[in-house]
């Protein structure tokens, strides 16, 4: 049965759906020898799909993994760095590296806490992109006393790179301090750097940022560096709640809830 490009690419755990639609448009992936084109359909029990020229076995899907890493700080959310630092996949055993596995969405280097690492690309489209909305849970630490003005702005949503962020729900968490202000942040998008880029615009240098939750699946007692497999019913819930509607949502205490990570 003949199927997008891109998103058999995505079933295969070649890359995401939007990275194959990258390598499509920079001229990577050809079709029976003649360069694809985004929206194009091909057959994998019939058609010849090769990426940098590297013939690719399509006929059978391979096995998919689901992972929820606690990411420590200092290693990057990408599979190889040319600067060499420490990458998610080292976290992993030398047997899981070549499955195609790949980090569901991003943590800066200076952030640590939930990461879901997957070779399913059509799963990391499905949280990942902008229309899913698929919340997501922070403990952050900032320089300085939050205002009240200043927390209804942020959870009000500011201008960035000329657009609006979405509301989010943001609380002061426990007491602050002389120099510092804990938060609870729940997002439903995920531009880059987006707290740091917003707590600087407002003010506030991020100080710590840790990542408790994605959607209703906890970090818990995971330590720093460990992994473990996500079960089938997170793997379900996680899939309904990217349905939702990203101005709707709100996070259930119980993520929120419990000892400041810091």
């Not at 199927?3 to 995401?16: C, T």
């Amino acid at each position: 049965m003949a199927e997008r490009l891109q998103k058999l690419l995505a079933q295969h755990g070649l890359a995401s759906r939007r990275k194959a639609e990258e390598w499509i448009i920079a001229g990577r992936v050809t079709v029976n020898g003649v360069p694809a084109h985004l929206g194009q359909k091909v057959d994998p029990d019939h058609d010849q799909v090769a990426v940098d020229q590297r013939l690719l076995t399509l006929q059978q899907r391979p096995q998919p993994y689901y992972l929820l890493l606690h990411k420590p700080l200092g290693m990057v959310s990408t599979c190889a760095d040319p600067q060499g630092r420490p990458t998610v996949l080292d976290a992993l055993p030398p047997e899981l590296w070549c499955l195609g596995l790949h980090p569901v969405g991003r943590l800066d280097t200076y952030s640590s806490g939930a990461l879901i690492l997957t070779n399913d690309g059509d799963f990391t489209y499905r949280l990942t992109h902008p229309k899913h909305g698929l919340a997501k849970h922070y403990r952050v630490r900032v320089a300085g006393r939050v205002s009240p003005d200043t927390l209804a702005t942020w959870q009000q949503g500011i201008e960035l790179d000329g657009r609006l962020t979405c509301p989010a729900q943001v609380k002061i968490v426990g007491v602050p301090g002389s120099r510092h202000t804990d938060l609870a942040i729940t997002l439903w998008e995920g531009r880059n750097r987006q707290i740091r880029r917003v707590a600087e615009v407002l003010g506030h240098r991020v100080l710590r940022l840790h990542r408790l939750a994605i959607g209703s699946v906890r970090l818990g007692n995971l330590q720093g560096g460990a992994y473990r497999s996500l079960s089938t019913g997170e793997i379900k819930a996680l899939l309904a709640e990217s349905d939702v509607s990203p101005t709707l949502p709100r996070p259930s205490p119980q993520v929120l809830a419990g000892t400041s990570p810091f």
